[in-house]
Every structure is written in structure tokens, then in C-alpha cells.
């Protein structure tokens, strides 16, 4: 080799510059992971610090104290969160697998991408939106909030979420499988039933319950649809109920500090739920991914 | 250990009951045939009748899109015998094997025209239902796909599970595929034990029980040992022997010598078209075409 040869190889000129621009980009996309960490963390951690100090079996037991007091609790809205989304979950999650599976599995793709897209579209519509819409749906009519007017403000939010993991998660379910069944004589639908949505499953549970943690905390629709409640623990979602995020809205607008460190306690309820959830999901996804051989 | 064919499995003997009643029209429900316009699906205990499960292919052709994959294919698989599909990849062997169970036509803008006849009944007939096709002429892929949700048993008898059967006679069915399947005594221990935990080659076996297990007349293998090691690909072949007396099988191979191996009749594929079709030990030794003569020596391919 000629020593021009083995000029090519060192460090230097062009090459030079692309080490080094291969740098920066590493040095910035890792910097970028390290704050989307810690803005985690910080969230997390801030509203541990501030809420654990006033979170206690009486503070998860305990109704809201009247008119304004402290010393009360959130168990009120524990239960009315509990009710008006888990009224939502049985409402969406039921339809958004059924139409991730028509999507995927029966409608040609000149329906099945448009329907793709119009669940991307319904995603991204502002919440404040969906509540609107449902007050004047609901609301309006019966002349008064209720929790079941909520829930399905909450449904209509948790739908594209459920569908579109739905259909993520049923399209990696290998084809070879149906193809093995409908070789074997099984019908269409059949095949669906017991072999495609089986396989899917824990992907599926996934998708719903990371849409049940999405709705959980969700907000703006409830100042609409189910704000102005009675004291005392309400199981009647035809009556407005009281809930977590309202909680803390109304809690953290009081003038009182006691009030705020009850907000924070109720944050960090409601963060450490959405957090579980969150674990679970992620849990059931990887074993179903590894039952897919994904 | 010797797979070589034993000249005496390929001779008649293998026929031990001539039924008279081998009209597939007729579709009785106490004999084999599981299929016919009538739609009356016969079972029972099966046994294999002279001419049963014998396929014909007139003027053949399959299309995807525009492509023409498979052209006038005139072909006849003989219900006591081996038959061996090679060729290049793309000369559209699985498309013309994937035409016989109907399968072709699942795939987006795939299409196929022409006859395949079993047993005389033209499975394009439009009132053939497609779900009775498939359960007459049963199909192993290239990769072991057993279903991950369900056990070895209720793989082997998933076929009949999903496609109605009664409890009762589940036990016994998926018992007999997979002793039919060689792999009774393999799996015996663990029926319950998940079908996706078994070796390579015994989740191919595996398929071939589920596959069996509704009584196909005839059982298509497209590449069946492509990914499968040396032994198991052996095991697999040896079964091919032994299955033959029971169902007509015809095999896609990329492997000349597999062929040789198992078939009884080689057919020899190029672009779409059959080139030549024969005993397989002319086909390897002697063709008439010299273009069969220059893929089995390896000029290409």
C-alpha cells in the first residue's frame, strides 16, 4: 500500500468533520432522552414530596369536607372517578376492538384506511371539545349534569385510542396463522374469534387499559359534564359525581394552603394509578409481543 | 437409515378396502368423501378407496394482478402416489399447489382460472363451498406455524374444534392425527404443554396432525422441511412414506434430492408452465426436455 493509500484512512479533512457531527448528534439526542426522563421525574417526584405529606387512610376513606373545609378526603371521588370511567370503559373498549377488527380483518383497504384516519382526526380533537359537544348532547336536554354524560365524553376520548392499539396489535398477529386456520377448513369469522383475537389478547388488554389510564386524569369535560355535586360519597351517575381531577382543579383554585396540599395528595392518587396502569400494560404487551413471536 | 423408497409401498397393496361407493356425488355420510355440490359433509372412520382423492388440473391458470403465475397447467395426481413439484423460485409451484385447497384466491387481486378437479368434482364450481375445499384438501406450510394460544392437543384437533365438532369424538380424532403424525409418542407426556414449546420439527409434525385431523383426501406440503434441520427434515420424509397409503400428497420442494427421495412422480416447473412430468426416477435420470435436464443437473436454478 502507498502511503497516499494510507492517507485515506486517518482521522481528518471530511472525515473529520463527519466524526465529529456524529458527536453532536449523539451528545443531543441523548441529552434530549435525559430531559424527557427527568421531566418525569420531576413531575413524579415534586407532586410526591408535596401530596405525601397529606395523603392517609383518613384522607382515601373520607368524603370532601363541606363547603369549602379541610380535613376531608377523596373518597368521593375515588368512587365517582371510579364509576364515570370505568361507565366509559365499557362503552369504548367493547366498540374500539370491534373496529380495529372489521378494519383489520374483514373491511377492504379502500374503507379500512379511511376509517384509519378518521380515528387519528377524532385523537387529536381537543377534549374541552368533546365536552362541549356532550353538554349540549346530554346535558342541555336533561338540565343537569350527570356522571353518565361524563362517561361518555370520556368514551368518546378513549375510542381512537382503543381502536388504533386494537388494530396496531391485531395487525401483528402473523398471517401465517390464518392462513393455517382457513387451510384447515375454519371459517372467516371463526378464525377471528379463536385464533386471531386469542393471539392478540394481551396486546388488546394493553391498548384498553392504557386508554383507561389516558381518561383518567382527562379533565376539561368534566367541568362541563360533572362539576356541581352533592356532598357525600354519590354512586348515581345519573346525578353529577364527584372525581379526582375535579378535585384537584376546585381544591387547588381554593385560597387555603391546607386546600393545596390536599390537591397535591389527590395528585399524587391519581399519578400513582396512572403510573400502575401504566406498568401493567407495558407487562401484558411484552409477553403477548413474545406469544407473537414479534 | 435408508428412506429410499421400498418399491412395494408404491404398489397396489396399498388400497386395503375397494369401496364401490367412490362417487364423491353421492356424498354419503358413512364413507370418506367430505365433499360435494350437495354440501352433505360425510365422517366417519375413513378408508381410503380406490380413486379417492385423485386431482385433476385442466388448463390451469393463476394470476396475481396482471402476473400470470401459473399457465395452462394440465396435470393429474394419482391417489396412491408421491407427487414432487420442483422448479426455480417464482416458477409458480406453491401458486399452482396453493390453487388446488383455494387458497390462491385469499391473497389481494390473486385470481385463478381453469378446472381442478377431485375425484371428478370441479372444486371451482360455484356451489362448491370454499370452507368444505379445505377441509378436503388439507395443507402444511414452509414454517411450522402451530397456534401460540392453544396446546399441542388443541392443535391437533383445532380443525375440528373450530369447525364444530362434537367433544366426544375430539379425544379420540386428535389422538389418531397425531399417532397418524408420528408424534403420539413424542408429545404423549405434555398434550397440555403449550404447541409452541415443541422442536422445530415436531411443531411441523404437529401441523401435519392438525392437517390430518379432519380426514383431507388430500394434503398439499409447500416446502414442508424448508426450516428444518437435517433430522427432523429425515423424520418428516419418512412419515411422507407412510402417509401416503392414507391421503394423496403432493409436495413443493426446493431440494432435488428430497424429491428423489419421496415422490413417486416428479413434476418439473419453468415460468409458470410444466415442462415435464414422470416417474421420478426418469425425470433425474433421463428426461425428454433438456431444459428438465439442465435444472436437475444444477445448469441452473
Not at chain 1, 370511567?85 to 384506511?113: M, N
Not at chain 1, 376539561?220 to 353529577?240: D, N, R
Not at chain 2, 428412506?3 to 388400497?15: F, K
Not at chain 2, 391417489?79 to 417464482?90: C, F, L, Q, R, Y
Request: proline residues 5%; contains cysteine.
Amino acid at each position: 500500500m502507498s502511503a497516499n493509500q494510507h492517507a485515506l484512512l486517518l482521522d481528518r479533512g471530511n472525515l473529520k468533520r463527519r466524526n465529529r457531527f456524529n458527536k453532536g448528534v449523539e451528545v443531543a439526542s441523548t441529552v434530549a432522552a435525559v430531559l424527557a426522563v427527568a421531566v418525569l421525574v420531576i413531575v413524579v417526584g415534586s407532586v410526591f414530596l408535596k401530596g405525601v405529606g397529606a395523603l392517609s387512610w383518613h384522607f382515601l376513606t373520607t368524603p370532601t369536607a363541606l363547603f369549602g373545609e379541610s380535613g376531608g378526603g377523596i373518597s368521593n371521588s375515588i368512587v365517582g372517578s371510579a364509576i364515570m370511567v370505568g361507565i366509559a370503559a365499557v362503552i369504548a373498549i367493547p366498540v374500539g376492538i370491534l373496529v380495529a377488527i372489521y378494519t383489520t380483518e374483514f373491511a377492504p383497504a379502500r374503507i379500512a384506511h379511511p376509517v384509519r384516519l378518521v380515528l387519528d382526526i377524532l385523537n387529536g380533537v381537543p377534549t374541552i371539545i368533546t365536552g362541549i359537544f356532550v353538554y349540549g348532547l346530554i346535558v342541555v336536554p336533561q338540565g343537569h349534569q350527570s356522571g353518565f354524560a361524563a362517561s361518555v365524553a370520556l368514551a368518546i376520548v378513549m375510542l381512537p385510542i382503543v381502536a388504533r392499539t386494537a388494530q396496531e396489535v391485531l395487525t401483528l398477529v402473523p398471517g401465517t396463522l390464518k392462513e393455517a386456520a382457513h387451510a384447515l377448513g375454519i371459517a372467516h369469522w371463526r378464525t377471528t374469534v379463536r385464533i386471531t383475537i386469542p393471539t392478540a389478547a394481551g396486546g388488546l388488554i394493553t391498548g384498553s387499559l392504557l386508554a383507561v389510564a389516558r381518561v383518567a386524569g382527562e379533565t376539561a369535560p368534566l367541568i362541563f359534564l360533572s362539576s356541581i355535586f352533592a356532598p357525600g360519597v354519590l354512586t348515581e351517575p345519573s346525578q353529577a359525581l364527584a372525581s379526582i381531577p375535579i378535585f384537584i382543579f376546585q381544591s387547588s383554585e381554593s385560597p387555603k394552603p391546607e386546600a393545596h396540599t390536599e390537591a397535591w395528595a389527590a395528585a399524587l392518587v391519581l399519578i400513582a394509578f396512572v403510573l400502575a396502569l401504566n406498568i401493567v400494560a407495558r407487562a401484558l404487551y411484552a409477553r403477548s409481543r413474545k406469544r407473537m413471536g414479534a | 437409515m435408508d428412506v429410499s423408497r421400498d418399491s412395494s409401498q408404491s404398489a397396489p397393496m396399498t388400497e386395503p378396502n375397494p369401496d364401490p361407493q367412490a362417487n364423491p356425488q353421492t356424498g354419503s355420510g358413512s364413507t370418506g368423501p367430505s365433499l360435494s355440490v350437495a354440501g352433505s359433509a360425510g365422517r366417519g372412520a375413513v378408508k381410503r378407496s380406490r380413486g379417492e382423492g385423485t386431482v385433476e388440473l385442466k388448463d390451469l391458470n393463476a394470476y396475481y394482478g396482471s402476473t400470470h403465475a401459473v399457465r395452462g397447467v394440465d396435470l393429474h395426481f394419482a391417489s396412491d402416489k408421491v407427487t414432487a413439484i420442483i422448479g426455480p423460485s417464482g416458477c409458480g409451484k406453491s401458486t399452482m399447489v396453493r390453487c388446488i385447497n383455494r387458497m390462491h384466491e385469499e391473497i389481494d387481486g390473486a385470481r385463478a382460472e381453469g378446472e381442478v378437479q377431485l375425484d371428478g368434482l370441479n372444486l371451482y364450481d360455484p356451489r362448491i363451498d370454499i370452507v368444505a375445499v379445505r377441509r378436503a384438501v388439507g395443507m402444511v406450510f414452509q414454517k411450522p406455524n402451530p397456534f401460540p394460544t392453544m396446546s399441542v392437543f388443541d392443535n391437533a384437533v383445532s380443525g375440528l374444534r373450530l369447525s364444530g365438532a362434537s367433544r366426544g369424538e375430539l379425544d379420540d380424532r386428535g389422538r389418531e392425527a397425531l399417532v397418524g403424525a408420528g408424534l403420539w409418542e413424542e408429545v404423549k407426556d405434555r398434550l397440555k404443554a403449550p404447541g409452541v414449546s415443541l422442536s422445530g420439527g415436531q411443531q411441523q409434525r404437529l401441523c401435519i396432525a392438525r392437517a390430518l385431523a379432519v380426514e383431507p383426501e388430500v394434503l398439499l406440503m409447500d416446502e414442508p422441511c424448508s426450516a428444518l434441520d437435517p433430522g427432523a427434515t429425515l423424520r418428516i420424509e419418512e412419515l411422507i412414506g407412510e402417509l401416503q397409503q392414507q391421503v394423496t400428497i403432493v409436495i413443493v420442494t426446493h431440494n432435488m434430492q428430497q424429491a428423489a427421495r419421496v415422490a413417486d412422480t416428479t413434476v418439473f416447473m419453468l415460468d409458470g408452465e410444466l415442462v415435464e412430468v414422470g416417474p421420478t426416477d426418469k425425470l433425474f435420470t433421463a428426461p425428454d426436455d433438456d431444459r428438465t435436464e439442465h435444472y436437475v443437473t444444477g445448469k441452473f436454478g
